[in-house]
């Protein structure tokens, strides 16, 4: 049973345009989401979080949305860059719950950003 | 800036033998963590950790233990390597949380298993 899901295995944008990642869960002891970029042959690296009490969180050209009665995130990016291509996990975790050590990862979308 | 390293970027082994993969991070977090990523599947848990000599089950521990001896360094061993083991495996670690916030997982480079 998948419940972090990203249901786009891929996405591709022109550069200078919006690139819009989905995730969707189901798990709504969930309250804090994170999202992780991952380039070839490196681990991933954490790029953005927020928490169940929060809406939205804004970092640079990275925002991220949470609809928590839709049980739905998103990650904008706004402008997209060729450097931003790579895979986009999503990740979730029960903070509040008392397994507040592990993340439950989506399967990723690969954003390919076109010069 | 957090380091975490992994013992072998790449590794070739027979069916049958015993592998050990190997990880280290300089921060003194508590959790540590191993995962394995396969296309189409994402990243999924095999074992963490959050204190020296403990560990807990993942969502996929079959085949595989591990050992944390001391406090940076995790090791993942599989007992009896089998042609479906062969995967990207990645190590992470992170701060012990608060009750209400979550520490990101710093992940290392990975190792690149192929069984044989």
């Known amino acids: 049973d998948q419940q972090v899901k990203q249901n786009s295995p891929s996405l591709s944008v022109q550069e200078g345009r919006i690139s819009i990642l989905n995730c969707d869960y189901t798990n709504s002891m969930f309250d804090y989401f994170l999202w992780y970029k991952k380039y070839p042959a490196e681990g991933p690296t954490f790029l953005i979080s927020?928490?169940?009490?929060?809406d939205k969180n804004e970092d640079g050209r990275f925002t991220v949305f949470l609809n928590k009665s839709a049980k739905h995130l998103s990650l904008h990016i706004v402008p997209s860059q060729p450097g931003d291509s790579a895979v986009y996990f999503c990740a979730a975790s029960a903070a509040s719950g008392g397994s507040n050590y592990k993340l439950t990862f989506g399967k990723g979308t690969l954003l390919t950003v076109n010069p | 800036d957090v380091k975490v390293t992994q013992s072998s970027r790449y590794l070739v082994k027979r069916t049958g033998e015993k592998v050990f993969l190997e990880c280290v991070q300089d921060?003194?977090?508590?959790?540590m963590f191993w995962y394995r990523q396969d296309p189409g599947l994402g990243l999924r848990l095999i074992y963490f950790?959050?204190?020296?000599?403990?560990?807990e089950k993942g969502d996929i521990p079959e085949g595989y233990s591990v050992s944390r001896e001391k406090k940076e360094r995790f090791s993942l061993i599989l007992e009896s390597a089998s042609t479906n083991q062969t995967s990207m495996y990645l190590c992470?670690?992170?701060?012990?949380?608060?009750?209400?916030?979550?520490?990101?997982?710093?992940f290392g480079p990975g190792t690149r298993l192929t069984v044989t």
């Open positions: 921060m003194d977090h508590e959790n």
């Open positions: 950790s959050y204190d020296v000599k403990m560990k």
């Open positions: 927020i928490s169940s009490i929060k």
């Open positions: 992470a670690s992170s701060s012990r949380p608060g009750r209400q916030f979550i520490y990101e997982q710093y």
